[in-house]
């Protein structure tokens, strides 16, 4: 099938577009907001905040809590924006029940917008967003997830055959090469072992793409320059590769029974009539990509730390994982929600007012940002009883208090992969523990990679087959 008539086929064309349009999209429109009448926070310079907020979060949250209370401001660059942070339940309750056209989340994203593109879900608001979500969710729901899951164990498997015995690694390194695996396999639906090798480096350094180069790639003149010339050319590549799979995609004789994302995503436009186009799919696909793959490896590789850190606790979720029945998922799934409380890999979700707004009884005026800290909710007493304890018996056979458990946002935001997630945990978790004994080697700590927080020394262990 052809393009749509309005569509370049010129790949490198619709790469330089998005840079070239993204530009101008990153700029901030917003008025300036008077601090007047918010809750408090530290009045140092806006740029200390900043840094202070993306890079020592896991010190500077739970500080700022204890020292100004359940609601503090924060101000940032550009312009000493304000932030306002909410820490309990029934105030994240009203973010994300906040009227969508109000509250956006896609300007906090607009970083991004080179990389993901206009229409990816994470940068849309109001109407764009809520017309995206309709087109993707039927690719998430229950139906859906199911017809995954036994590709994501098979991949599962072969990662954990290869592991070396008594020999301690890094699990978070091979959760990010499984996570990736999977989101080429079953999202994107590849299976063209040339492609699949082509795909896989382009899409790495995508990854891995520094916030210092997105932060400057804005500037369209620095293109022709060392680190942002490479990530040009890395995203021309990538971007010609997720074309020509979605070209031959739409044409695929076995479209119609193919289960992966995409095949399902195309599927959906033909029947509805919204069809996404190639640019919406490609956009749609890297932002699956970005928002799916180190986000769910970091929590597999979390549990992993905490897990071999307990004998009694592996026992169990090795028993859980022999099982392979409702009551051993029920305990990796227990596991793995515990793992995303105590070591949350978002810290944060945020949303910027289109018009003033009261919050917890506090107006905060158009152009604030609000929003909920995962940290402070997941670590709080009155949330949790020793909230600095692993224990997955809190989520067992029953879920937490609304807005008490929140790694993956809420609200017409919350993360649209969240069900994904979990089943790929836990899938992953039960083909670990059906196959090793796992030991955690030295002590870890959270550190800031990009938005994520990873385990700092890659949650070490060392395996031995059972
Ligand atoms: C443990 C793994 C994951 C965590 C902790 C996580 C966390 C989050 C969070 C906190 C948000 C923002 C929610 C909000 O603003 O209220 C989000 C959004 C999103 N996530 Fe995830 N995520 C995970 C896995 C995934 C996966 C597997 C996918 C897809 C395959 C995915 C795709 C997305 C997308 C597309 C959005 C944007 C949703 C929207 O704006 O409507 N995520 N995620």
Known sequence: MALLDHEPTDTRALTQQRFERMTLAGGDSLPAVDLEGLPPGPRWPAAVQTVALLRFRHWFHPWLHRKYGDTYTVRLLPKGRPLVFFTRPEHAKEIFAGDPEVFHAGKGNAILGPVMGEHSLLLQDGGDHKRARKLLMP?????????????????????????PAGCPFRSLDRMNTLTLEVILRVVFGVTDEKRLAALRPRVNRTVNVSPAVLMVWTFPTLHRFGPWKAAVQNQVELDELMYAEIRERRTAPDLADRTDVLSRLIREGEE??????????????????LAGHETTATALAWALYELGRDPELMRRTQAAA???????????????????????????????LMKPQAIAGVDVPRGATVGPSILVAHSREDNYEHPERFDPERFLGHNPPTNTWIPFGGGVRRCIGAGFAMMEGVAVLREVFKAVDVTTVGTDEPQVRNITSVPRFGARVEVTPR
């Open 322 to 352: 022999d099982a392979m029945d409702a009551d051993g998922d029920a305990w990796l799934d227990a596991v793995l929600k515990e793992s995303m409380r105590l070591h949350p890999v978002i810290p944060m979700v945020v949303r910027t």
């Open 272 to 289: 509805t009539g919204d069809r996404l186009r190639d640019i919406e799919l490609r956009d749609q696909l890297v932002t699956l990509l």
């Open 139 to 163: 690719a998430f729901n229950g139906h859906a997830l199911r017809g995954y899951q036994e590709l994501v164990t098979e991949l599962a498997r072969d990662e954990v055959a290869h592991w």
